[in-house]
């Protein structure tokens, strides 16, 4: 019950992260916050996942694609906002 609890803790502060980088990215229009906002926002939809799984320590191939999903939408933007145009 308490893994639930966390969980749902986890999720609510991925969407709300993902809000607080969307906000940035509709006043400045910078690739790096709309990358943010979408890695965090499919991190908060993974999370969610977990709660549907019979064994979400099993190590499910699907959720760690997704993960690595979010952290290559980062490293992108990241690669953007160094080399490309500002």
Do not use: C, Q
């Not at 979408?38 to 019979?54: I, P």
């Amino acid at each position: 019950m308490i893994d639930g609890f966390l969980l749902g803790i986890i999720v609510t502060f991925s969407f709300v992260t993902a809000g607080f980088f969307a906000r940035f990215w509709f006043a400045s229009r910078d690739l790096l916050f709309l990358g943010f906002s979408l890695a965090f926002l499919l991190e908060g939809l993974n999370r969610t996942a977990f709660l549907f799984l019979d064994k979400p320590n099993a190590g499910d191939e699907a959720i760690y694609a997704i993960r690595l999903l979010s952290y290559l939408i980062i490293l992108a933007a990241i690669a953007h906002k160094s080399w490309g145009r500002h």
